[in-house]
T-cell receptor, first 110, second 113 residues
Framework: SQQGEEDPQALSIQEGENATMNCSYK?????LQWYRQNSGRGLVHLIL?????REKHSGRLRVTLDTSKKSSSLLITASRAADTASYFCATDGYGQNFVFGPGTRLSVLP | GAGVSQSPSNKVTEKGKDVELRCDPI?????LYWYRQRLGQGLEFLIY????????KSGLPSDRFSAERTGESVSTLTIQRTQQEDSAVYLC???????????FGPGTRLTVT
């Protein structure tokens, strides 16, 4: 299985603080993606990092990938209440069957 | 442009009944995915379509579950003889040819009583 596993399962921080979530996976991947889900509905793609990349930025998001440790981290800087959501990592299997982890529930308190 | 749409948004059905869930992907997207998400849990892959063929059906949990897709457009997920454990949100996503980013619909919340 190439399941991604996020940790922590839940995280509460104050507005303005940084939030870091981690994802570990089991086998070699081509790409790793992070998605956000609000209110248990549809997911929104945040960022994709390829296996030959080590770091990627998008606005307040910073993603790192360590293929030797089979892990990735998502950093959200200067968090806002609107960042409250569940965050999932998704790793690609063979073909285009992506496997999503159970997610990290982030709560940003005003 | 229009995103992925799903219908119905909510469905309550009695145990033993059949249900049909519909997904309209983004126009031109060749790949279509179905996932199941139980309350408070992650996404469980069900099936993937490339065009109207399904190269990966490995996630369908039982033979009560089936899915079809017409060309590169609408897909339906059918659950026969529903059970209470089928209660979940069913999410559909589509992606463009050669792209990895998936665009998700809002989901159908299925409740089996």
């Amino acid at each position: 299985s190439q399941q991604g596993e996020e940790d922590p399962q839940a995280l509460s921080i104050q507005e303005g603080e940084n939030a870091t979530m981690n994802c570990s996976y089991k086998t070699s991947i081509n790409n790793l993606q992070w998605y956000r889900q609000n209110s248990g509905r549809g997911l929104v793609h945040l960022i994709l990092i390829r296996s030959n990349e080590r770091e990627k930025h998008s606005g307040r998001l910073r993603v790192t990938l360590d293929t030797s440790k089979k892990s990735s981290s998502l950093l959200i800087t200067a968090s806002r209440a609107a960042d409250t959501a569940s965050y999932f990592c998704a790793t690609d299997g063979y073909g285009q069957n992506f496997v999503f982890g159970p997610g990290t529930r982030l709560s940003v308190l005003p | 442009g229009a995103g992925v749409s799903q219908s119905p948004s909510n469905k309550v059905t009695e145990k033993g009944k059949d249900v049909e869930l519909r997904c309209d992907p983004i126009s031109g997207h060749t790949a279509l995915y179905w996932y199941r998400q139980r309350l408070g849990q992650g996404l469980e892959f069900l099936i993937y379509f490339q065009g109207n063929s399904a190269p990966d059906k490995s996630g369908l949990p039982s033979d009560r579950f089936s899915a079809e897709r017409t060309g590169e457009s609408v897909s339906t997920l059918t659950i026969q003889r529903t059970q209470q454990e089928d209660s979940a949100v069913y999410l559909c996503a589509s992606s463009a040819q050669g792209a990895y980013e998936q665009y998700f619909g809002p989901g159908t919340r299925l409740t089996v009583t």
